[in-house]
C-alpha cells in the first residue's frame, strides 16, 4: 500500500500564482522528506528536503512546511512559472534505510 | 561529471521473455537504487546494491534481480516477462549514505506486448 498519501493528483494555476501539493504519512519512523520535480522524459531530480526536526525549509521560490504532529508535509511554489509544470513526488524515507517511498505524483500546469 | 546513464532507452518484449537493463552510475557513486514507474503504481522501490551486495529489496516478485559489478555498474533482469511488467524502469545513484541525495537516470521504457 501506499505509504506516503499525495494530493492533488493534477493542479493547474496560472503564472505568477502559487501551487500547493500535499503529503501524508503514517510511519513515524520516517525521518528524511524529499520532494523530487520530474519533466517528460526525464528521470526525477531532487527539488528540495527536510527533516522533522524543521517546520520549514525554504529554497528560492520553493517551500516545504512540515507538521510532524499532524504527519503531513506540503510543498509551496510561490510566483509560478511555466517551466514549472512539470510532475512533483514527496517521499519519505527512515534513517539508514536506502529505500525511498513515493507519493503518487502531482502534475502541475502553469499558464502563462 | 556526466549524469546516470541507462541503456537501452526504449525496449519492446512479448510476454515470457527476459529483458537485461543497464545503468552506469555517476563516477565515484557505490550505491545503485531500481524503481519502477507505473501510472497505477507510482514509483516502486526494487532493490538497491552497494560494493556489489544487495542491501535492500522492495516487494517484487522474484522474476526481478539485479547485480552490481566492481565498477559499480549495475544491472537489473525480469524473467518470463509479464504484460503489467510494462513500465519505466529508474536507476538512480548516490555517493553518501542512506539520505545522500539520489541522481536518476532518464530511464528505460519497457513495453511488454
Known amino acids: 500500500q501506499q505509504q506516503v498519501k499525495q494530493s492533488p493528483q493534477s493542479l493547474i494555476v496560472q503564472k505568477g500564482g502559487i501551487s500547493i501539493i500535499n503529503c501524508a504519512y503514517e510511519?513515524?519512523?520516517?525521518?528524511?522528506f524529499p520532494w523530487y520535480q520530474q519533466f517528460p522524459g526525464k528521470g526525477p531530480a531532487l527539488l528540495i528536503a527536510?527533516?522533522?526536526?524543521?517546520s520549514e525549509k525554504k529554497e528560492g521560490r520553493f517551500t516545504i512546511s512540515f507538521n510532524k504532529s499532524a504527519k503531513q508535509f506540503s510543498l509551496h511554489i510561490m510566483d509560478s512559472q511555466p517551466g514549472d509544470s512539470a510532475t512533483y513526488f514527496c517521499?519519505?524515507?527512515?534513517?539508514?534505510?536506502?529505500?525511498?517511498?513515493f507519493g503518487a505524483g502531482t502534475t502541475v500546469t502553469v499558464r502563462a | 561529471k556526466a549524469g546516470v546513464t541507462q541503456t537501452p532507452r526504449y525496449l519492446i518484449k512479448t510476454r515470457g521473455q527476459q529483458v537485461t537493463l543497464s545503468c552506469s552510475p555517476i563516477?565515484?557513486?557505490?550505491?545503485v537504487s531500481w524503481y519502477q514507474q507505473t501510472p497505477g503504481q507510482g514509483l516502486q522501490f526494487l532493490f538497491e546494491y552497494f560494493s556489489e551486495t544487495q542491501r535492500n529489496k522492495g516487494n517484487f516478485p522474484g522474476r526481478f534481480s539485479g547485480r552490481q559489478f566492481s565498477n559499480s555498474r549495475s544491472e537489473m533482469n525480469v524473467s518470463t516477462l509479464e504484460l503489467g511488467d510494462s513500465a519505466l524502469y529508474l536507476c538512480?545513484?548516490?555517493?553518501?549514505?542512506?539520505?545522500?541525495?539520489?541522481?536518476f537516470g532518464p530511464g528505460t521504457r519497457l513495453t511488454v506486448l
Open positions: 563516477s565515484g557513486h557505490r550505491s
Open positions: 510511519n513515524t519512523a520516517f525521518d528524511y
Open positions: 517521499a519519505a524515507s527512515m534513517r539508514n534505510d536506502y529505500k525511498l517511498s
Open positions: 538512480a545513484s548516490r555517493e553518501g549514505g542512506p539520505q545522500g541525495e539520489q541522481f
Open positions: 527536510i527533516r522533522p526536526d524543521v
